[in-house]
């Protein structure tokens, strides 16, 4: 079954305020998403049993997004298309305990931490001593472990109608990382139809340290279509090559006359399947770290994504020097998500803003993922939607 065709014209959507939770429901979403299905509990061996609940932001254009506070997940994002209906842009489940990973091994929309992307054979070294992090990839510790933070429960608060402020204490040693880290993030809505994601964390030991958001993009607003015809541009002459199992070797290559030059726009599709060309061999399509050419200059988009079927275009501005491009590889027809979608190979697209793959392993001064005690990690991301007539 097809994504809902939500005909609801954006100028014509109330901006009410929704805190499931915190207060009763003052308007339904307009996904069709129910938030009684994300009214349960979840249990984490460190941290004990916690309250999860669904939260619901609108700007005053109508624009919706509902997030839940288990993993800090994106769980639909309601944006117009070029005739005016909104439409939902990100793949999910709608309700909390598909989210749970006994029930499937997920990041759909998801705060990643404490380390996004893959740490070489799960080790990392602090004051010269090595230590051993789950190896949940392969030989390698993905996102941050077996109980990453998107398997977590964040404290919540809602501030007005635009804007969620999720908290939590991850404890010295999770899934091996040293440091109490005290983390937070902030979701606005924006009147002008961007979802600004602000990080920070600090430490009471030196740690690494590397947010993320991991959306599963669909600009066709359909899940059951691959977002192959997308148009994707990305501000980057350089990336960081993968071996084998998916880890960065230490190289910075340019794009010039690959398969991974998207510094004009050009289809996803265009050349997914050349698998002569070793890099996409190697990540089974796109699975790969940008080098951004604006440096952290949060006020120029680094890359710009639309979709010629609705109009819907994304554009993406951080702070950070790297993006990682992950088109569905691994979404195989197994996995049945809202609305009844099954999805399958490259029906998602994400854009992933972070520090390299493997910073603290790797000699790149610019992009260094050490925390320190008396610091404050900070990290920035506006996703900014639009329209192509």
């Not at 100028?11 to 009763?24: E, F, I, P, R, Y």
């Not at 606005?188 to 030991?205: M, P, S």
């Not at 359909?222 to 977002?227: A, E, H, K, N």
């Not at 599709?269 to 604006?294: P, S």
């Amino acid at each position: 079954m097809k994504f809902r065709n939500i005909m609801i014209a954006a100028a014509t959507v109330s901006a009410m305020l929704c805190s499931c939770g915190d207060s009763k429901q003052t308007q339904a979403p307009i996904s069709g998403i129910n938030p009684a299905d994300f009214e349960t509990t979840y249990t984490d061996p460190q941290r004990g049993e916690k309250a999860v609940h669904l939260y619901t932001l609108r700007n005053k254009g109508g624009m919706e997004v509902c997030i839940t506070n288990f993993g800090g997940r994106i769980v639909t994002l309601m944006v117009p298309d070029r005739d005016g209906n909104l439409r939902d842009v990100v793949l999910g489940f709608d309700n909390a305990k598909d989210f749970f990973p006994e029930n499937h091994s997920s990041d759909f929309g998801a705060i990643i931490g404490r380390y996004a992307n893959r740490l070489n054979q799960g080790q990392i070294t602090i004051d010269g001593n090595t230590i051993q992090l789950p190896q949940n990839n392969g030989p390698h510790c993905l996102h941050g472990g077996t109980t990453g933070w998107q398997y977590q429960v964040y404290d919540a608060e809602q501030k007005g109608d635009n804007q969620l402020v999720l908290t939590q204490i991850s404890p010295d040693g999770d899934n091996n990382f040293p440091g109490e880290m005290h983390v937070k993030v902030t979701y606005t809505l924006t009147d002008d139809n961007a979802i600004e994601i602000n990080y920070e964390a600090t430490t009471d030991a030196r740690t690494v340290i590397n947010m993320t958001n991991h959306a599963y993009f669909n600009l066709n607003a359909d899940g059951s279509t691959p977002i192959t015809n997308h148009l994707l541009t990305i501000d980057a002459d350089s990336y960081t090559p993968i071996d084998s199992t998916f880890m960065t070797t230490g190289e910075i290559a340019s794009v010039e006359s690959t398969p991974m030059d998207f510094r004009k726009a050009k289809e996803v599709g265009k050349d997914i399947n050349n698998y002569d060309f070793e890099q996409l061999k190697n990540g089974n399509g796109y699975d790969h770290n940008w080098v951004l050419n604006t440096r952290g200059d949060a006020s120029r988009p680094c890359a710009h994504l639309v979709s010629p079927l609705t109009g819907i275009a994304l554009d993406v501005y951080t702070t950070e020097p790297g993006m990682q491009v992950y088109t569905g590889n691994f979404l195989d027809g197994t996995v049945t998500g809202k609305y009844g979608t099954t999805y399958q190979q490259r029906s998602a697209i994400c854009l992933e803003t972070q520090k390299y793959p493997d910073s603290p392993n790797k000699q790149w001064d610019e992009s260094n993922a050490y925390l320190n005690p008396g610091e404050t990690y900070k990290s920035f991301c506006r996703f900014k939607f639009s329209v192509e007539k």
